[in-house]
């Protein structure tokens, strides 16, 4: 995927669902049914805000089956690079925006016989979809839901219609933490593992289950990374045969694209790999922000995820 592939939606609802949250719903400008969508998917939000576009992805939170309008939740950041303060600050009703056609990098295993979910924070989102999709087809499954206090649990109320058996809450302001190993150790043959929320939950997650001897197949994690703001740069393009100036608040990938150069997309979130580029010529330090190459394909220098990653070079040429 890349910029070209766009739906018009026009938001038809906002409300502020946590101090944090904000809850949009979309639908197509032109009245058609959304593209189908399986629970775990997300959709790239394009926005056009004080002369720059933003690309942010966002999970579909409404259920699969209604077509006639698609649900995004939309954190604000602290450190935000325009995306999500652009849609707290500016998007209303009536506002209009564009989306790429849903894709799914965080799919429910298809014969699982149990799904344990665990989500921390704005993690949530990518469950609530998969969650309508498993009480339709009568699945087993649990959630285990963390945020920092009562006033931060986004969808409470939502998730509270799957019974007190299928979801726990935990929250951090009154001390009650997930007792992972426990849990882990306690589920049936055949169960899959989702985890979605921050880094250090995600890892603290994955790093018991493989403990546990949970096999790395049914271990299931969705991670994808904002772009972090850094020192401004350039870089080369050799095919283009163009110099680009990327600035602190932008992504590379943003800067090639405001340039008029296309660079393949999914997740643009340092997940998917789409947009995984040779560097054909570097005198300093990659930054790499990804979770997609190795840690040896970092060492060696030659593939950048420009989604998430940015350098810290006098000269930089990519491949493209
Ligand atoms: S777009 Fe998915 S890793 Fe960059």
């Known amino acids: 995927m890349s910029g070209g592939q766009t739906i ?5 609802a906002v409300e502020q669902i946590t101090p944090l949250i904000k809850h949009f719903t979309l639908a197509a400008v032109n009245g058609a049914p959304l593209p189908a969508f399986s629970g775990g998917s997300h959709v790239v939000v394009v926005m056009h805000a004080d002369g720059r576009v933003h ?79 498993l009480r339709d087809r009568g699945v087993p499954y ?46 049936p043959l055949g169960t899959h593992l989702y985890v979605c929320g921050p880094a250090g939950l995600i890892e603290r997650v994955v790093e018991t289950a493989r403990a546990c001897g949970w096999s790395g197949s049914h271990i299931h994690w969705e991670q994808f990374s904002a772009p972090p703001v850094g020192d401004a740069f350039e870089v080369f393009l050799a095919r283009a045969k163009i110099g680009v100036h990327v600035l602190p608040d932008q992504s590379l990938l943003e800067a090639i694209e405001a340039a008029g150069v296309e660079v393949p997309y999914l997740c643009r979130g340092g997940v998917c790999g789409f947009c995984r580029t040779r560097v054909l010529e570097a005198d300093g330090e990659l930054l790499h922000h990804d979770h997609y190459l190795s840690a040896a394909e970092k060492a ?21």
């Open 55 to 133: 690309r942010n992805p966002y999970s579909l939170l409404s259920p699969p089956n209604e077509r006639d309008h698609y649900q995004i939740a939309v954190r604000r950041m602290e450190q935000s690079r325009g995306g999500s303060h652009f849609m707290h600050e500016q998007i209303r009703v009536g506002s209009r925006l564009e989306i790429a056609h849903p894709v799914n990098l965080f799919p429910l295993d298809k014969i699982a016989r149990k799904h344990l979910m665990i989500a921390g924070g704005i993690g949530i989102t990518p469950f609530l979809a998969q969650l309508e999709d």
């Open 300 to 320: 060696q220098g030659k593939s950048i995820m420009p989604c998430v990653s940015r350098a810290n070079c006098k000269t930089l040429v990519l491949d493209l």
């Open 8 to 12: 018009a939606v026009e938001v038809t």
């Open 142 to 187: 649990e959630l285990h839901y963390s945020v920092r206090a009562p006033e931060h649990a986004a969808f409470h109320e939502r998730l509270s219609s799957h019974g007190a058996d299928r979801l726990r809450m935990y929250y951090d302001s009154e001390g009650q933490r997930i007792d992972f190993e426990g849990l882990l150790t306690s589920q």
